[in-house]
């Protein structure tokens, strides 16, 4: 495994583009239906704050997600996806972490791991940089 040894700054870049691939896949169709996905945050907040938090997801989902996947400010979006998915995680998906263990036998733990993996890969992202070919260094 010694040929691994020389390539630490290329596991962040691996990173950067898979969550930026991912974050851009899953905010796209919330543009294409942006009208449902608005009412479906109403859903879960009142108004206003629907058009904010939803309006505001779509942003961090698919701007930072292209920006990610460019390496451009990698650290300042891995910090604002960062963040922004450990709120989705303790707001929107919470109830679903009693189902972590999956102790009742249902399929539910993906509702509250996927967007807190997001939250925790995107914070690494900020913390160890962007990595081997991005835009900015920062």
Do not use: Y
Not at 71 to 92: D, E, H, N, Q
Request: include cysteine; hydrophobic fraction near 55%; proline fraction near 4%.
């Amino acid at each position: 495994m010694k040929f691994l040894h020389g390539q630490n700054s290329l596991a962040p870049t691996l990173l950067r583009i898979t969550i930026g691939v991912i974050l851009v896949s899953h905010g796209l169709p919330k543009v294409l239906a942006i009208g449902a996905f608005i009412t479906n945050v109403g859903n879960m907040v009142p108004f206003p704050l629907n058009w904010i938090f939803g309006i505001g997801t779509i942003l961090v989902e698919v701007g930072c997600g292209a920006l990610l996947i460019a390496g451009l400010k990698g650290r300042l979006m891995g910090l604002i996806t960062g963040i922004w998915f450990l709120g989705i995680s303790a707001v929107v998906h919470w109830r679903a972490l009693f189902d972590v263990f999956n102790l009742v036998g249902n399929d539910r733990q993906g509702e509250f791991e996927f967007p807190f993996l997001i939250a925790i890969a995107a914070i690494s992202i900020a913390l160890t940089g962007p990595g081997k070919f991005s835009v900015t260094e920062d």
